[in-house]
């Protein structure tokens, strides 16, 4: 089977769509949405409905989609101004799907979640080593996927105690390990801060047991022009053209 991982869309509905065009053009056979589905950006009512559309896409909860669904969750002024704007936008079908979602996904032993994996709701970061140490031993996972810090990242634990961190550029291609264990973040489609503007995704082959990651060239301007249109603070159409 062949899984397309993506996290992080933050309502770019032109991220999204060349993402899954790029994606769908690999014999992809199954996509997990890794969660924030919105904020920051102006398509949420889209990026939704094009989700709901795929036949086989379950999708975690992130934190800016709790935090419209008023689930708690520390954010910046401007990030809360986006929520508010989008829960506002968003219908009550559309609220019921965000509510829907699971806070993991577990698959035999892989695992798919937003932040981490023992404590999803807490949103931690697993690109600090406290983090990383801790979702390897509070987890079973032998490959975990996450999002959340919108950079993508390979990381492999060895004999246990040497963690090895790798950033992956774009047709990069990650060998699954057979004895190791791995978490693997998929960057974000929708609002990349790596310093690199391109929507980043993975795809995950469990024949051969690679991973597969991928950065996609979309509008940008038209995805920026629209955050503007909506009244939406400026640092989220200028944070698309930097990257960061
Ligand atoms: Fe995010």
């Known amino acids: 089977m062949r899984i397309a991982v993506f996290s992080d869309i933050h309502s770019n509905l032109e991220a999204l769509e060349a993402v899954l065009k790029h994606a769908g053009k690999r014999g992809v056979d199954q996509y997990v949405c890794l969660g924030d589905i919105v904020g920051y ?12 559309s795929l036949p086989e896409c379950p999708c975690v909860l992130g934190n800016h989609d709790a935090a419209v669904l008023g689930i708690p ?11 508010e704007w989008t ?13 829907k979602m699971e806070d993991t996904i577990k698959w035999g032993d892989i695992t798919f979640c937003h932040s981490n ?7 931690y970061y697993v690109s600090e080593k406290t983090y990383i140490s801790s979702s390897f031993a509070r987890s079973r996972a032998k ?11 390979a990381i492999t634990r060895k004999n246990f105690f040497c963690i090895y961190i790798r950033s992956p550029e774009h047709s990069m291609i990650v060998p699954a390990a057979e004895l190791n264990r791995q978490i693997f973040n998929c960057g974000s489609v929708g609002q990349p801060r790596d310093g690199d503007s391109r929507a980043s995704y993975l795809i995950y ?6 991973v597969e990651f991928y950065r996609i060239e979309y509008d940008i301007l038209r995805a ?8 939406l603070p400026e640092i989220y159409a200028r944070r698309l ?3 960061l």
């Open 41 to 52: 950006g102006a398509s949420p009512v889209e990026c939704i409905a094009f989700l709901q």
């Open 73 to 83: 969750s520390s954010m910046k002024p401007d990030a809360r101004k986006v929520i």
């Open 87 to 99: 829960r506002d936008s968003l219908s009550v079908s559309a609220l019921n799907y965000l509510q």
């Open 117 to 123: 994996p023992y404590r999803p709701r807490h949103w």
């Open 143 to 153: 490959i975990l996927f996450v999002g959340h810090t919108h950079v993508p990242v």
């Open 205 to 210: 082959d469990d024949r051969s047991s690679v």
């Open 224 to 231: 920026a022009e629209k955050i503007l249109a909506a009244g």
């Open 241 to 243: 053209k930097n990257g």
